[in-house]
């Protein structure tokens, strides 16, 4: 395409162009029977709430949570009502027509707020689109992740200020980059370790095998972390596998765990579990995060084609920040007060992301040829040059009048 | 049956029902193409009628939906695969490229793998990354593969019913933002071969050479050229590979102007062959150098830049005037 240097003219553009939270579940170890998913009958997870808000014992992995104090459990609730509340604002912006898409995390609050706490600051992190509550974790600000839903940038934050990587939309291609992160930790002589997220669809994909085979082959020191929200936009997880998720990790040589992913504080500590196997040189670890996605795949899907009402029903009553307040309120750690006070931050964060997106403005036109190499392009630089001249000759247009 | 108004989306989806019906081999696989429909609504209705075993709801994993596709048309299967988005077949594209394309030639012609690979593509609906690319130069250079993309109801159905009875692989493009465009289909028509370009709108002053989701464009733009005294002509390529280079000399030697018109990044494109093939076979009658229109050598932008980066009226007509400066 070439643009000669032309006469000013005018646009012409025409208008219009399972019960698997049964309650006091024990861990299950990776060697546990087989029960394949089909059948209905679902192996146990580790789960130290229950649904009923109740604490239970778990000899393996209570250690990793008995120090935690009552103001660390606050925060937990805080980050899950919190990023709640991000998500619902999104999901809005979506409907009012600020954003074109969001892809909403309503369910899965305890897993990305328990896995998200779990991490430290060195760690890095590799999520897929959905991992809003991870991000809130790192402390990347909401509205960083609402410019690629907006159609305003294709990613929109530097990865390396929080240690918390791009949203990846190719299902399953992160394990990867992830595992590759991790060998490189393990060259270097450090001790941090890396989480990578993704679907109980993404476990389908080659990429996410062949994570397992290089992570297990170079003992990388990586976490994999399943949400097995049930969905894969309309697909069940029967129709991705036949043995439940966390067994998969058996055939690669490394473990594989079960946790009830509405349960915050199980989440918490077999990540925790997990992170410190890495850290100390044990290899990978695959976490299955058992849970539930209760909106649609994205605001683009309609659930009600493929799925029924009753579903979500039974889910609701294992909501995983009713859990934690009904623990809370329980065992005495949080009053009116602080809840008051959580619902005017809530509300106050709610207003902000508003705010915040309906000021993001469109990116400039030259964007496009923006970082498409590190080192520059003559292709690129022609082209810009071209697109320059051409926009320019609708201003000259508009100076002459 | 009298001719029907029907949208592009349902023309498929009709002539996907018709092979189904008449072909017992003729198999439907891709991620979401069953209960749901596809998440373009392009199947829908197909498993509640033809059942499981003929309409495929498959694991999430391109590779192994190429991969077994090519291994149920060794069994004399025909399947006609989705992939959901053009973004999301590159898992896949180690499948196409390194076997699918290459086995009827090894096999001594003996093999032969009737697979129609079926790819929304293209921008325009306002989607995040991967969602609106138009990858296909990536396959046309591929011996082996046939790759076609029809502009329009009527070709989206008689297109996919000749892919789906080709015995050589077809990778089926889908101008997703023209699902929703209506526009007649006659079933009791006898269509044009498969790989043939049609004159879309006839012309003397400068030919226009485009496929897909450009097909409408490059016609609003002759139209809107006609109010200022220009008589172009509009070619709907409809194949990319075979490309039907008589159609476009025919038309060249006739108006002697030709710009090539796609959304994909002009560099190495659809176009570059085209340019470089007429102007072999028409120097003498051609008055201008063939001008292309197309994308930017650069990563398909984010929502709110895609009316920049996509060719439209206006840099079709700019395009038109520069030609015809000549
Ligand atoms: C390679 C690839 N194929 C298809 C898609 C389209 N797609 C987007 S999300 C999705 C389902 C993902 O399901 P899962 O991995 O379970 O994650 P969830 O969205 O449920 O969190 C599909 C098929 C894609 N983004 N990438």
New binding site residues.
């Given amino acids: 395409m070439t643009v000669e240097s032309t006469a000013a003219r005018k646009p012409r553009r025409s208008a219009g162009t399972k019960s698997a939270a049964s309650a006091g579940a024990k861990r299950t170890s990776p060697a546990a029977k087989k029960s394949p998913g089909t059948t209905g009958a679902e192996p146990e997870l580790v789960q130290l709430l229950t649904p009923e808000g109740e604490r239970v014992k778990d000899a393996t992995y209570d250690p990793y949570v008995a120090d935690i104090t009552p103001d660390e459990l606050r925060g937990l609730y805080r980050d899950m009502v919190l990023s709640r509340r991000f998500d619902a604002e999104a999901t809005s912006l979506q409907r009012q027509g600020e954003l074109g898409l969001w892809?909403s995390m309503l369910g899965?609050e305890a897993a990305q707020i328990g896995s998200g706490r779990a991490t430290r600051d060195d760690d890095y992190v590799f999520p897929?689109?959905?991992e809003h509550g991870v991000a809130w974790c790192r402390g990347v600000d909401p509205t960083n992740l609402l410019g690629m839903f907006r159609g305003v940038n294709n990613g929109g934050w530097d990865p390396n200020t929080n240690n918390f990587h791009l949203y990846t939309?190719?299902?399953?291609?992160q394990t990867l980059h992830a595992t590759g992160y991790a060998m490189g930790i393990t060259k270097d002589g450090a001790d941090s370790a890396v989480i990578a997220y993704?679907?109980?669809?993404?476990?389908s994909?080659g990429d996410v095998a062949e994570s397992f085979t290089f992570s297990a082959v170079y003992n990388a020191p990586v976490v994999f972390f399943c949400?097995?929200?049930?969905?894969?936009?309309s697909?069940p997880?029967e129709k991705?596998t036949r043995v439940p998720l966390y067994q998969r990790a058996q055939g690669f040589g490394f473990p594989g765990v079960r946790v009830d992913g509405n349960d915050v504080l199980a989440c918490l500590a077999v990540t925790k579990w997990a992170l410190e196997r890495a850290r100390s040189g044990e290899g990978p670890t695959l976490v299955e995060a058992y849970t539930y996605?209760m909106g649609a795949?994205?605001t683009s899907d309609d659930p009600t084609k493929y799925r029924a009402d009753e579903e979500r029903e039974s889910w609701e009553a294992k909501d995983p920040i009713l859990r934690l307040r009904t623990y809370l309120e329980a065992s005495n750690h949080a009053d009116e007060g602080f809840f008051a006070e959580l619902e005017a931050e809530s509300e106050a964060l709610g207003k902000r992301v508003r705010e915040v997106v309906r000021a993001m403005p469109d990116p400039d036109h030259f964007a496009i040829f923006e970082n498409v190499y590190a080192d520059g392009h003559a292709l690129v630089d022609e082209e810009r040059a071209q697109f320059a001249a051409y926009q320019a000759s609708f201003a000259d247009e508009g100076e002459g009048k | 049956m009298a001719a029907e108004k029907m949208a592009l989306a349902k023309a498929i989806n009709e002539s996907l029902r018709t092979a189904l019906d008449t072909d017992p081999k003729v198999l439907i696989m891709g991620?979401?193409v069953g209960k749901l429909g596809g998440?373009f609504r392009v199947t829908d209705g197909l498993q509640k009628d033809f059942g499981e075993d003929r309409v495929i709801d498959t694991p999430?994993a391109?590779s192994g939906i190429v991969g077994t596709a090519i291994g149920l048309a060794l069994r004399g299967y025909r399947p006609v695969v989705e992939?959901?988005?053009d973004?999301?077949v590159?898992?896949a594209y180690d499948q196409i490229v390194t076997q699918l394309a290459k086995m009827h030639a090894r096999a001594l012609g003996k093999i032969k793998l009737p697979v129609v690979i079926r790819i929304p593509y293209g921008g325009g609906i306002g989607a995040v990354e991967?969602h609106s690319e138009s990858p296909e130069a990536l396959f046309a250079h591929v011996a082996g593969l046939k790759v076609v993309s029809p502009s329009n109801a009527s070709d989206a159905y008689w297109m996919m019913q000749q892919a789906i009875q080709s015995n050589d692989p077809v990778i089926f493009f889908e101008p997703k933002r023209r699902y929703w465009d209506k526009s007649e289909v006659n079933k009791d028509a006898i269509p044009g071969p498969l790989h043939k370009a049609v004159v879309a709108r006839e012309g003397a002053d400068l030919t226009l050479v485009a496929y897909g989701p450009m097909v409408k464009v490059c016609l609003e733009a002759a139209a809107a050229a006609q109010e200022e005294g220009k008589s172009i002509e509009v070619l709907d390529l409809r194949s990319m590979s075979p490309v039907d280079f008589d159609s476009i000399q025919a038309s060249v030697e006739k108006t002697r102007r030709l710009v090539v018109v796609h959304e994909a990044p002009v560099f190495l494109g659809t176009g570059a062959e085209i340019a470089a093939r007429i102007t072999e076979r028409c120097f003498y009658h051609l008055e201008a150098p063939v001008l292309r229109v197309g994308g930017y050598h650069a990563p398909y932008p984010p929502a709110r830049l895609e009316d920049e980066y996509l060719p439209g009226l206006d840099r079709v007509l700019d395009a038109v005037d520069r030609s015809l400066a000549y």
């Avoid at chain 1, 949400?227 to 936009?233: D, G, H, L």
Wanted: glycine share 10%; net charge negative.
């Fill in positions: 892809a899965q897929t689109y959905r939309i190719v299902i399953g291609s993704f679907g109980d669809g993404a476990s994909q949400q097995n929200n049930q969905w894969a936009i697909e997880t991705q996605r795949h994205t | 991620e979401d998440v999430l391109e992939i959901q988005f973004g999301f590159f898992p991967h």
